[in-house]
């Protein structure tokens, strides 16, 4: 069974760094792995999606790796602002073939507060 | 356009009741996820409906819980015979089917469900 952790579990900065968060996964056999972002009472944001074949994506101040072999990703952000205040969560799909790849594991998330 | 739309927002039930939750997809849509997050827990996967494929009910957790889908729009998720421990935000997401594994999720707002 696929298990997602994610550490820290919280973490708090102030404005301006820069910071890693970090996700492993159990099975590597995996289809690909998202990172989202979510707001209290606004659902998720799909924030960058990697494809079991790449090593990273970058969107803006936001850098994704992926190491599938290790079960290892990490989300990086640059110039942390209090607007990237939020819960961030790690998910990987199954590489189980057919239409279970939408079936995503998620980990429990880490929990950032930037400070002005 | 619009994005996933959930309905209710929040919803309180006595022990025992049945409850139903709504779920509007993006149009065009293909794909329809629904996914729980207990209070301190991570999301867990509930069912998936693909177009006009078997549903993968693999993740409902008894026979309390069942879900349709009317051809490629609204979703219901119906909960019977409600327990305490299936409090939580019921969280609707939407895909388009993409090409090698580029799907990305498009989450709702969530369904807050109290059960006293």
């Known amino acids: 069974k696929q298990e997602v952790t994610q550490i820290p579990a919280a973490l708090s900065v102030p404005e301006g760094e820069n910071l890693v968060l970090n996700c492993s996964f159990t099975?590597?056999?995996?289809?690909?792995l998202q990172w989202f972002r979510q707001d209290p009472g606004k659902g998720l944001t799909s924030l960058l999606l990697i494809q079991s074949s790449q090593r990273e994506q970058t969107s803006g101040r936001l850098n994704a790796s992926l190491d599938k072999s290790s079960g290892r990703s990490t989300l990086y952000i640059a110039a942390s602002q209090p607007g990237d205040s939020a819960t961030y969560l790690c998910?990987?799909?199954?590489?189980?073939?057919?239409?279970?790849?939408?079936?995503?594991?998620f980990g429990q998330g880490t929990i950032l507060t930037v400070h002005p | 356009g619009a994005g996933v739309s959930q309905s209710p927002s929040n919803k309180v039930t006595e022990k025992g009741k049945d409850v139903e939750l709504r779920c509007d997809p993006i149009s065009g849509h293909t794909a329809l996820y629904w996914y729980r997050q207990r209070l301190g827990q991570g999301l867990e996967f509930l069912i998936y409906f693909q177009g006009n494929s078997a549903p993968d009910k693999s993740g409902l957790p008894s026979d309390r819980f069942s879900a349709e889908r009317t051809g490629e729009s609204v979703s219901t998720l119906t909960i019977q015979r409600t327990q305490q421990e299936d409090s939580a935000v019921y969280l609707c997401?939407?895909?388009?089917?993409?090409?090698?594994?580029?799907?990305?999720?498009?989450f709702g707002p969530g369904t807050r469900l109290l059960v006293l």
């Open positions: 099975d590597s056999a995996i289809y690909n």
């Open positions: 997401a939407s895909s388009a089917r993409r090409w090698q594994g580029r799907e990305t999720q498009y």
């Open positions: 998910a990987v799909s199954p590489n189980a073939g057919g239409t279970s790849y939408g079936k995503l594991t």
